[in-house]
Structure formats: structure tokens, C-alpha cells
């Protein structure tokens, strides 16, 4: 068998790749992280976070520093390498890169995803400036002010009415009558005082004084009309996609396209373990995809003790 180039690969370096390596560098494992773009994942674009322990308020990206350099100062090796497939080889994985293809006995799957765009001219500009994809994540920030939500499944609902604890008003855009999100769910935000459907509608911009959000141009998709609501923030739920088409082998996954685990975030592929937002979980806050990864780093860990073990005892003896 082909020499392994390193024990553990770590795939992504947001917070969930970056904790797994962390504590796997710490255990002086021969392990490296691959990362396409820069080490620290979607708090890269996250501009203030409030909700990580120990940090009242820290700025996203300098979060994302403080998790690189913790890392690295362990040991961890992290190139900026594009993973485009991983495979069972025998005992062993293939990690294929840009750059080649890369040998090892555990592979540690952490390359997230990303929320669903609207594509609709404003949104990235006013990124961070009153557009978000995470209402647990910014809603505080819009104490008293009025929203808009777009979407219509159990998250847009949802998330609607948690943000009516902060917002003076909620208005919840969806482009048809009916909802995919749970009718329960619905109906309680219908009763919400602070909570306004606008169905039948589009957003079609943001507009803002270019230094904050103002305003919603939407259409409705019935008459073609347009018109503006005046709001400071937009939270847009239509869906998150998550890195999976990576790995090529028989993977569970759950009806929204995350791989399942169990609970040593091991997948039924022995060896590759999964933590982050491409996981099955009820939510994907940088505290459980931390916490998730301390997992996956301490089974991985254990997996190749058991292999070496295993090694070992079917070896044959000297005589």
C-alpha cells in the first residue's frame, strides 16, 4: 500500500475545520487543512458577531484571525489548496486537489456552504449593512427597526417570527400564496401583531444611501407592479446549499441535502468524519460547528489508534 502523506486531512477552514485542526495539531498528528480561499469561513462575511462566548462583540473577521492563529500556533499547516473530490482508497482516502492528489487515513469534512442568493441588484453591496442570511446571528442589531423577510419555508417563517422580538415591524415577502413552511407555523406568525405578509411578490433591489440599507423595491409577480417599503433591514431565507458533492462514495443525507452522522460525526464511510453547516443538525451557529469539530478531531483521532491496533495484531509474530 501507497504511503499515506499525512494521517488526518481536514477539508475547509472556517471554524469548524480550524477547531478540528486545533485540536488534532495539539495530539502532534501529522495532519494539514485545505482551504480555497482564506482560513475563517462565512465569518469572513460576517461584520459584527455577538454570540460567541467570551466576545460581547468582535468583528467577523477578526474572529476568523483569532481562530487561524490559535491553530497555527499548535502546529497546524493550512494551504490554500481547491479540494475537488475525496474517496475511500482501500484503508486509505484520496484527497484530490488542485495541486494533486493527497494520501491519508482520516479525512475530517468541513467545508460548510453558503445561504441562497436572491442575485437582485443591492443585495451584496449591503451586505453587512443591512442584509443578512442569519437573523439568530444580526437580529439584535435591528432593535426597533422594521424588516423584511424573503421566503417561504419553516426558516423564513421561523426566523420572521423570532426577529419580531427586535423589530417594530416584520414584513414577510413570498412570491406565491401558499407557504412550504409548516401551516402551525404560519398561523402563529399571522397572529403576530408585529408581523405583516406581502404574498404574490418578488424582491427585485435594495436600496440604500450607500452607506446602509433603506428601503425593499418589490414587484408583484401577479400585476408587474413595483413599490417600496421602507425598511432598514433585509433577511433572506431561500434556501442554503451545502459543500457536499465532493465526496464520491455512499453517503446518507438528509432530505435537505446534509450529510447524517452519528454521534462521533462519523459518517457510514469508516473514516470520514463531518462537522459545519454541510452536517444534519437544527442549527449552524459557529458555537456548534466548534463543537461538533472537537468531536470529530478526538474520534478521528481514535479511529487510526484502532486501526495502528488492529495493524499490530494481525501482524505475524517473529519466531
Known sequence: ????????????AGPAGLTAGLYVSRSKINVV???????????????????????????GPELAQKFTDHAVKFGLKIEMEDVSEVRK????FIVKTDMGEHRCGAVIYTPGGYPRKLEIPGEEEYAGKGVSYCALCDG??????????VGGGNSAVEEAQFLTKFGSKVYLVHRRQGFRAHQVAVDKLADNE????????VAEEVIGDGKEMK???IRNVKTNETREVEANGLF????????????KGDME???????VTDQNMETRIPGLFVAGDCRSQLIRQITNASGDATTAAVAAEKYLEAQADAKKESAPSAS
Open 194 to 201: 408585529k408581523a405583516e405578509f406581502i404574498l404574490d411578490h
Open 33 to 59: 487543512c485545505f482551504e480555497r480561499l482564506a482560513p475563517g469561513g462565512e465569518i469572513l462575511n460576517t461584520e459584527h458577531v455577538e454570540d460567541y462566548p467570551g466576545f460581547e462583540l468582535i468583528g
Open 1 to 12: 500500500m501507497a504511503e499515506r502523506d499525512y494521517e488526518i486531512i481536514i477539508v475547509g
Open 236 to 247: 433572506v431565507f431561500v434556501g442554503f446549499i451545502p459543500h457536499t458533492d465532493i465526496i
Open 253 to 259: 443525507k438528509d432530505e435537505a441535502g446534509f450529510f
Open 89 to 92: 482508497d482501500g484503508e486509505d
Open 215 to 217: 428601503a425593499l423595491r
Open 140 to 149: 439584535a442589531f435591528f432593535q426597533d427597526e422594521v424588516i423584511t423577510v
